[in-house]
């Protein structure tokens, strides 16, 4: 479920729903926002400021940072909504469409990213500088979003080509970026699908495990390890030691009180799902 992982990019674009002028705010806010250990609360409250946030945009189109920010917090709010056929969809296109505004501001010949066949998107990619990392993963998690929203569709589904690629620039360009959690997408990303279809479980996993060598407080990342990777090779003595070691660690840390605890009642989800799949 990307979404769930959306949360650890998403949320950090509340630094921008005030000018900068009152930037130490939206900086508490944000704190206040990972800090919650009430995932419902959160969830209730976030549409205000993407009413907010979108209005800011609305009024200056030519803000990069506006459009990411919005791009940003929907992806957020995503990642805490349940299942809803009608409205991910929707607002995860909304989300997008920020995102790809935002890379055309930053950069003129990424204006076209969403339309670039697989065989383009190295050329375009090379351009990449370490100046361009917070752009780049802004509209890799805002375009993952949107094909996680979208999953029937196979057409969504074959533009994870582009992003994976978008995901691995990240990584060359600074591997420990927001903890790691460019590693994290592209393990997922690569167990979405089983090996005869294109997916690659030797990847996923190398990928897991360098993201929690990365950030070993991030509690999700064991609980996307169980349910994407183990799950898939069907492993259920690994599945239930990275759900059980979740359920048992401290949830409150600096920046991750928030995920975490959404990360413990899906692992209590899926150990009682476990006898059923497995």
Not at 114 to 129: D, K, S
Not at 149 to 157: F, L, M, P, Y
Request: glycine residues 4%; aromatic residues 8%; proline residues 4%.
């Amino acid at each position: 479920m990307l979404l769930l992982l959306s949360a650890l990019s998403g949320l950090t674009g509340c630094s921008y729903f005030v000018s900068s002028a009152t930037g130490d705010f939206s900086e508490r806010l944000k704190q206040t926002i990972l800090a919650q250990n009430d995932p419902e609360t959160v969830a209730e409250a976030l549409p205000a400021y993407l009413l907010m946030l979108e209005a800011s945009a609305a009024g200056d189109q030519d803000d990069e940072s506006l459009m990411f920010a919005n791009a940003n917090l929907y992806t957020a709010y995503l990642s805490l909504l349940p299942d809803d056929p009608v409205r991910k969809p929707r607002l995860s296109r909304k989300g997008l469409d920020f995102a790809l505004r935002g890379i055309c501001l930053h950069k003129r010949d990424w204006c076209d990213l969403q339309q670039q066949p697989i065989t383009g998107m190295p050329v375009l990619l090379a351009q990449a500088e370490k100046r361009d990392t917070d752009s780049l993963y802004s509209v890799a998690t805002a375009w993952s979003t949107w094909i996680q929203a979208n999953k029937s569709d196979w057409n969504a589904i074959a533009q994870l080509a582009q992003v994976k690629q978008i995901m691995q620039q990240v990584i060359e360009l600074d591997e420990t970026y927001k903890q790691g959690s460019a590693h994290v997408y592209l393990a997922v990303m690569e167990s979405l699908l089983p090996e005869t279809l294109g997916g690659n479980p030797g990847l996923a996993k190398h990928h897991f495990q360098r993201a929690l060598e990365l950030s070993p407080e991030n509690l999700m990342i064991n609980v996307l390890y169980a349910k994407h990777y183990a799950r898939m090779i069907f492993d259920r003595q690994l599945h239930d030691t990275l759900l059980k070691t979740t359920l048992t660690a401290q949830a409150a840390a600096p920046g991750l009180t928030l995920i975490n605890t959404l990360a413990q009642q899906q692992a209590q989800q899926l150990l009682d799902s476990a006898n059923d799949y497995f």
